[in-house]
């Protein structure tokens, strides 16, 4: 069985910072892209940053320059540094990966459970 666990959304001032954080965990046999979307209330969940395996990266044009997503690969984990945040970043954020499970021949996308990221103006 395989999991996303995420960490550290949380309230922060707009201008400040905060780091987010996606284990992936389980029988996992590899995985290929990683990355990080946003679901703000009344809209659609989208894309904010994207990882590779060999660590090619992508990000939406409204958080280029202010975010950095990094990844891990012998621990199988990824992370979204946010900075310069503003209220309109008010999301909850949610880790994505496409993985092969260990024993299977088809890559799968699994989801976190999302973290609340909240910017006061």
């Known amino acids: 069985q395989v999991q996303l666990v995420e960490s550290g959304g949380g309230l922060v001032q707009a201008g400040g910072s905060l780091r987010l954080s996606c284990a992936a965990s389980?029988?996992?046999?590899?995985?290929?892209?990683m990355g990080w979307y946003r679901q703000a209330p009344g809209k659609q969940r989208e894309l904010v940053a994207a990882?590779?395996?060999?660590?090619?990266?992508n990000y939406a044009d409204s958080v280029k320059g202010r975010f950095t997503i990094s990844r891990d690969n012998a621990k199988n984990t990824v992370h979204l540094q946010m900075n310069s945040l503003k209220p309109e970043d008010t999301a909850v954020y949610y880790c994505?990966?496409?993985?092969?499970?260990?024993?299977?021949?088809?890559?799968?996308?699994?989801w976190g459970q999302g973290t609340q990221v909240t910017v006061s103006s």
């Open positions: 990882i590779t395996s060999g660590k090619s990266t």
């Open positions: 994505n990966a496409r993985i092969l499970p260990s024993g299977t021949t088809w890559w799968r996308d699994y």
């Open positions: 389980g029988s996992i046999f590899s995985i290929n892209a």
